[in-house]
């Protein structure tokens, strides 16, 4: 089981290649926090296109919604404030159900790594690609391209990703 952060469900929406995360994973289904899906209702609300897809793929049963219980409410309420309610409620999911929680976000893999989390970042994913040989490093390249252009993310260094 996998949960995934709205970062990287965003990064793959908007270049159009979220089946790359099902791949990744050898998973028919990835999973989500409650807050999560709000994130993406809104921006959805908001016109931006890269949620349709995401909705669609939950509304196709591809994409499930976990809810927190109250021991997950107890957990949050001990990370800082300035972690967004879908990463708090993701990592506490994560953390009961002993599953990993994709996030590209560094202070989520910080706080991840304090409570015991097992946390992956968009580099672990792409470098996963072609060890996996899901894709070759040359498409891996385009991959990094197209979030570079469609995300407005810029890679400090790629290299690491292909050693």
């Known amino acids: 089981m996998v949960f995934v952060d709205t970062d990287v469900l965003s990064i793959f ?18 999973n989500i926090a409650t807050a999560v899906e709000n994130e993406i209702k809104i921006a959805s609300a908001k016109g931006f296109h890269f949620a349709h897809e995401i909705i669609e793929l939950k509304t196709q049963g591809h994409i499930r919604t976990h809810s927190t219980t109250s021991a997950d409410q107890k957990f949050m309420r001990s990370l800082p404030q300035t972690l967004d309610a879908g990463e708090r409620e993701s990592m506490a999911l994560c ?15 910080h ?17 996963a690609f072609w060890e996996l040989k899901i ?12 979030i570079e252009t469609k995300d407005n993310l810029k890679f400090r260094t790629i290299e690491p990703i292909f050693k």
């Open 95 to 109: 953390k009961r159900l002993k599953t990993i929680l994709v996030s590209n976000e560094r202070r989520v893999r």
């Open 135 to 146: 894709l070759t490093q040359t498409d891996v390249r385009q991959v990094i391209a197209e």
């Open 111 to 127: 706080h991840c790594n304090a409570n015991r989390i097992a946390c992956i970042n968009l580099a672990h994913i792409l470098r």
């Open 13 to 30: 929406a908007k270049i159009q290649r979220l089946s790359l995360l099902f791949a990744v994973f050898h998973q028919d289904q990835l």
